[in-house]
Each structure stands twice: as structure tokens, then as C-alpha cells.
């Protein structure tokens, strides 16, 4: 495990306050064995000026969703419904009348339109197949008539609970999931292979370490099995889906399971739905739709009893809660079962829509908001028509998040986000696009300095999963997990971050992507 190796003649950013910076790290037995002083029994390679900065985690990952998507049709550039159909109708053409097509990225946000579809536009295709198309969050689908019989899902009553059914083919948060019952489930080596392909992705980007967000029992199965063989060159802090019964119990009986890059110790549940579908829960209507305060996911009482249980086995629980009502919800729920539990570092996975009132309630019980900057930037195009003005405030808090006392654990939301580190900490930092707009940065009271937005993605993600001893600095002891870039982003200008190369990604001092000779 790692070489002996000295790095030299670095740019190279500890975030260890005893020693901020540094031009020279050994690295022995994949840790780092010492600062600034060279081992003359090791090899020596020369930086020639690279920044060295701690593995770049991202604390909010769909790693085999990201390859799952990268293996189906790619609806993200398409501008119109039309669009969606025509590359619907060309792949069906090229399917057996059995095969479920399934698509993912489509955003009516960005139509001409700006409307969601209505059903005769799948349903009057020349098609066999059911289809199934994920919108860009993953909370809503848009299905044909074919997908809606094989499911018994009925159109005409009342939607499921904690789901909503529009037009008679879009289906809302819990209305997706009959029809995601009686699709095909894939087996173990599709899981290894989307895996795989999304790691393809993901190692030159200089990502180390990963928070897998959601596990099913075949991806847990598959990840134990490619730690234990030597194949997961990064590490992955599992997250258990919470509505695999067996899968939790197995896990609350045999507690934690720990590898050198697998780590399962936390439960992922869900209160609410997304902005972009209209399904996160708010306090007061949707300024574009005034009948409408989003979706309650799960029952109260389901979800004490999932808090209880997660309380009783000492596993992390990470909730997602997108709007100011599911945030309270889970605010609510939390502080009652944590009060008398210290370093339990509960997670509100996404806290995207937060009331000033309830900022200081995350730091005060110890729950920890994580937060993918990028989200903010995407929605920004048509978050004031969704909330109007008077709420806006309430979007993406990471400075009052801070001025309160909590860490950040920062993320993407991969594969509904880019999954790009780089832009993420950019995105922190401005509060712009990839485009540089708005040029002031949006809501810029809330963009963060350039180390904070450092932290977010080193020292803050490894506090997110008690890993805070081993990785998010370079420190004597401390895993050898390093991302190598051509500039220091936490002093060029502003415009330049975006052109950062990564140059190098270590894991346990084995470069896993290396440009620097």
C-alpha cells in the first residue's frame, strides 16, 4: 500500500492550522509521513510548482445512478418535449418490443415552454416499449400509458400518498414508485459495470472519496465485494437506503461495516421532494402554483420510528429535505431524538431552503447541513417566478450555515448535478453559473471565502463522516488521499478558477490518475 515517496517543490495547502502551508510531504504506507521534510530513503518527485491540496470528497454522490445514466439515453440538452419524443422514437427503433426505454435529464425548466408535458406526446408514438424518463432531479418521471398498465397504476383517483400524478404521465416523488417496482432490476455485474463507468468519470476530477447517498442491497453487496478484491480505488461512505427493511436490520444487528475505502455507518431517508418539480414542502404556496405547498414523503410516524431505530443502532441518519417546511420537519423530528446524544452528527442532506429562525437550530443540537453549491447556480434561472422575491433569502445559506457554527459538508447531488469538484468550490465562492453570471454573484451574502469553500469538499466532508482524524488535511499520519492541480484556487482570480486542470488524484499514496509526467 503506497510508495516512499517525497513530493517537491510544491504549492502545497495543509488546511492544518499548525502548518498551513508547505513545499515538500513525505508519504509512507499510504499516509503522510512528514511535512516539510525530506526522507532521503524515499524517491523524490518533483512538483514543479503543482498545488497540493487534501482529496477533494464529494459529500453527496449517486455513484451507480452516475453510471446507470451514463448507460441509458441522455435527455439533459434537449430544449423541447418534441425533442424528448424524437430521441425516444430512435432509440425505440433500435429495441426489442419487451425492453423498457429509459431515459434521464429532461428539465422543463429550460423548454421554450417551460411547461411539463402532456401524456399524448409519448402515448401517440409509434411504440411497443413502456418508457420511463428520470427528470434532471430525480423526483419526478415522465411515462407513457404502456409503463402506467404494466404498474396498475391508476391516473384517474387520488395520487399515492406523498406523490402527485400531473398531465396523466408525470409522475411525482411516490407516484414513481409502482412503476419503478415492475421495471427490470439490474444484477450484480450491471451494478459493477455502472460503477465502474462512473469512476471512469470521477477519478480525473480529482475526487478521493465519495458519499454514496442512497444503497440499495446489490450496490452494498457489489461495493463489499470490489473493496475486498483490490478493485475500489476510491472510498465510499455508503449511506443505506431507508426503505430496504431487511437491508437496515441486517446492518442495526451487525453494526458498522468498515473496509480500508468502503464504509457503511449511516441511513438515508427522505422528507420532501425537489424545487424544480414543485415537490419540496414550504411553509407558504409556490408563487407559480398557489394551490400548492409540496409533498410530505414519509408519515410522521414512520418517520419517528425511522429516527428511533437509527438512535437505538448508533448510525448516522442524513435526511433529505429540500424546502423551509421539510427542513422544520426533520429540525423537529432530530432535536428530540438527539438531545441527549453528543457527536452524532446527524446530516440534513441538501437544508436548501432554511428560515432565518431555524439556522441557529442546526448548529445549537449538532446537525449538520450538507450542501451542494451547485444547485443554487442551476436553479437560479427560475427560483424568483417558483418563490417569489420575499423568499429568495432563504436559498443556499452556507455563510449563516458558517456565522452559526457549523461545517459544511459540500457536494454535487451527481449525476443530477455535473459532479464536478472544481465548479462546486467555484460556485461556493461567486455564486454564478458556469457562465459567470449574475456578474455579482446571486444572494452573494451567502457565497463563502475560498478556504471555508475549501473545507467544504476536505476537512468539513471528512467531519460529515467521522473521518476527521485520518483525511481532510495534510497532517503527519493522515491518509496520503491528495488532488494535484496546476493552480492555487484559493489565490488566482476569480475568472480563472473554471480553467483548473487537475493534475493527479492519490488514494493512500497511489496515484489513481497522474498528468505530472
Not at 308 to 326: E, P, V
Request: negative net charge.
Amino acid at each position: 500500500m503506497g510508495c516512499k515517496i517525497n513530493l517537491v517543490n510544491g504549492n502545497i495547502i495543509t488546511l492544518d492550522e499548525s502548518c498551513p502551508s508547505a513545499d515538500t510531504i513525505s508519504l509512507e504506507n499510504g499516509k503522510i509521513s512528514g511535512i516539510n521534510a525530506i526522507d532521503h530513503n524515499h524517491k523524490s518527485i518533483d512538483l514543479q510548482g503543482a498545488t497540493v491540496i487534501p482529496g477533494f470528497t464529494d459529500s453527496h454522490f449517486h455513484l451507480t445512478n452516475l453510471g446507470k445514466q451514463l448507460d441509458t439515453l441522455q435527455l439533459k440538452d434537449c430544449r423541447s418535449s418534441h425533442e424528448v419524443a424524437e430521441k425516444v422514437l430512435k432509440k425505440s427503433a433500435k429495441m426489442s418490443h419487451n425492453d423498457w426505454i429509459i431515459g434521464f435529464g429532461w428539465d422543463h425548466n429550460k423548454w421554450r415552454d417551460s411547461h411539463f408535458p402532456k401524456a399524448d406526446i409519448l402515448n401517440s408514438l409509434p411504440i411497443y416499449q413502456p418508457i420511463m424518463l428520470n427528470r434532471i432531479d430525480g423526483h419526478s418521471a415522465w411515462v407513457n400509458q404502456k409503463a402506467m398498465e404494466l404498474s396498475g397504476l391508476d391516473v384517474a383517483p387520488n395520487p399515492p400518498e406523498g406523490g402527485d400524478i400531473i398531465n396523466d404521465c408525470i409522475l411525482i416523488d411516490n407516484a414513481m414508485n409502482p412503476v419503478q417496482f415492475v421495471m427490470p432490476k439490474p444484477d450484480e455485474s450491471t451494478v459493477e459495470k455502472w460503477i465502474n463507468l462512473a469512476l471512469k468519470i470521477i477519478i480525473p476530477r480529482g475526487i478521493t472519496n465519495i458519499h454514496d447517498a442512497w444503497q440499495d442491497p446489490v450496490t452494498v453487496k457489489v461495493l463489499q465485494q470490489m473493496s475486498a478484491n483490490g478493485k475500489l480505488p476510491i472510498r465510499v461512505y455508503g449511506m443505506l437506503g431507508s426503505s430496504y427493511p431487511k437491508l437496515l436490520k441486517q446492518f442495526f444487528k451487525e453494526g458498522f461495516f468498515n473496509s480500508e475505502n468502503y464504509t457503511i455507518r449511516s441511513v438515508k431517508a427522505f422528507i420532501d421532494g425537489a424545487l424544480g418539480s414543485r415537490g419540496a414542502a414550504l411553509l407558504e404556496p409556490y408563487s407559480d402554483d398557489h394551490s400548492n405547498c409540496g409533498l410530505i414523503l414519509i408519515t410522521h410516524d414512520e418517520f419517528e420510528k425511522l429516527t428511533i431505530r437509527c438512535r437505538d443502532a448508533g448510525f448516522q441518519l442524513c435526511t433529505h429535505a429540500i424546502g423551509d417546511r421539510g427542513n422544520r420537519m426533520v429540525l423537529d423530528s432530530y432535536s428530540n431524538e438527539v438531545a441527549e446524544i453528543k457527536n452524532h452528527r446527524w446530516r440534513i442532506e441538501h437544508a436548501q431552503m432554511v428560515c432565518d429562525e431555524d439556522i441557529p437550530r442546526f448548529a445549537k443540537a449538532g446537525i449538520v447541513p450538507s450542501m451542494q453549491p451547485s444547485h443554487c447556480t442551476s436553479d437560479i434561472p427560475w427560483l424568483h417566478d417558483r418563490l417569489g422575491s420575499n423568499r429568495l433569502h432563504r436559498i443556499s445559506r452556507w455563510q449563516s450555515f458558517i456565522d452559526a457554527g457549523c461545517k459544511i459538508p459540500g457536494g454535487s447531488d451527481c449525476p443530477i448535478e455535473e459532479g464536478n469538484p472544481i465548479f462546486e468550490y467555484y460556485a461556493a465562492v461567486t455564486r454564478k453559473n458556469h457562465n459567470g453570471t449574475p456578474n455579482d454573484g446571486w444572494q452573494k451574502q451567502e457565497a463563502v471565502s475560498r478556504i471555508d469553500a475549501l473545507k467544504m469538499f476536505t476537512t468539513w466532508a471528512a467531519y460529515g463522516e467521522f473521518a476527521e482524524h485520518r483525511r481532510g488535511k495534510i497532517r503527519p499520519g493522515f491518509d496520503a488521499d491528495l488532488t494535484f492541480l496546476n493552480q492555487d484556487i484559493t489565490e488566482c482570480p476569480e475568472k480563472e478558477i473554471l480553467k483548473t486542470e487537475v493534475l493527479g488524484t492519490m488514494v493512500a499514496g497511489e496515484f489513481i490518475f497522474n498528468k505530472l509526467n
